[in-house]
């Protein structure tokens, strides 16, 4: 067991550009949750898979932005015409849910976007 | 919904001194309670959970937490300070059952010093 990785660790890009970063759950975990976290500031929810549907999504996340979880393994992020104030800490998490424990979310060592 | 509070941005203590990092929730439904550490530039390290089954929690590194219904309250301690222990600190918050996003809060830092 690896745990979750995630990459890149980090990327700079000019507004307008489009950036792309992947997440590789621990191997079996059916859900995977992506946060972002700005500076100073708790993770906030962006969005959730169970295996390769998309569950939920959160408010935050604006047209702009798209993800994906094909055949349920790795999960990626698309941010299109990114702005400066998408500029954070983008998290990833994975857990195992079965029976209807808890699910205990690992995460990745995230990624850091700054957009100039 | 759910939310939660954490007292204190920076919480500061002297090697070996008692850590207590205060989080109060809010929520709805039964709650699972968790704290995360996080290094600088790093992902959140699970440090303990409460998942409804006993009230006194023991985690990694020393720390532990007590769910208390009545006051709202998941505060997080640990006896003896550690230079190691330095990072910031977060509590979540997430209901028992079907989707379980984390609501964390804003966090704490820990300053440990010599």
Not at chain 1, 15 to 36: A, K, M
Not at chain 1, 56 to 84: C, M, N, V
Not at chain 2, 53 to 81: D, R, Y
Not at chain 2, 100 to 106: A, E, M, N, P, R
Request: some cysteine; proline content about 4%; overall charge positive.
């Amino acid at each position: 067991d690896t745990g979750v990785s995630q990459d890149p660790r980090h990327k700079i890009t000019k507004r307008g550009q489009n950036v792309t970063f992947r997440c590789d759950p621990i191997s079996e975990h059916n859900r995977l949750y992506w946060y972002r976290q700005t500076l100073g500031q708790g993770p906030e929810f962006l969005t959730y898979f169970q295996n390769e549907a998309q569950l939920e999504k959160s408010r935050l996340l604006s047209d702009r932005f798209s993800a994906e979880r094909p055949k349920g393994s790795f999960s990626t992020l698309e941010i299109q015409r990114t702005e400066q104030g998408d500029s954070a800490m983008y998290l990833c998490a994975s857990s195992f849910l079965a029976g209807g424990l808890s699910d205990t979310q690992y995460f990745g060592p995230g990624t850091r976007l700054t957009v100039l | 919904a759910q939310s939660v509070t954490q007292l204190g941005s920076h919480v500061s203590v002297s090697e070996g001194a008692l850590v207590l990092l205060r989080c109060n929730y809010s929520s709805s439904v039964p709650p699972y309670l968790f704290w995360y550490v996080q290094y600088p530039n790093q992902g959140l390290q699970l440090l303990l959970k409460y998942t409804s089954a006993a009230t006194l929690v023991k985690g990694i590194n020393g720390f532990e937490a007590e769910f208390k219904k009545s006051e709202t309250s998941f505060h997080l301690t640990k006896p003896s300070a550690h230079m190691s222990d330095a990072a910031e600190y977060f509590c979540a918050v997430t209901r028992n059952t079907g989707f379980q996003k984390l609501v964390f809060g804003t966090g704490t830092r820990l300053l440990v010093s010599p």
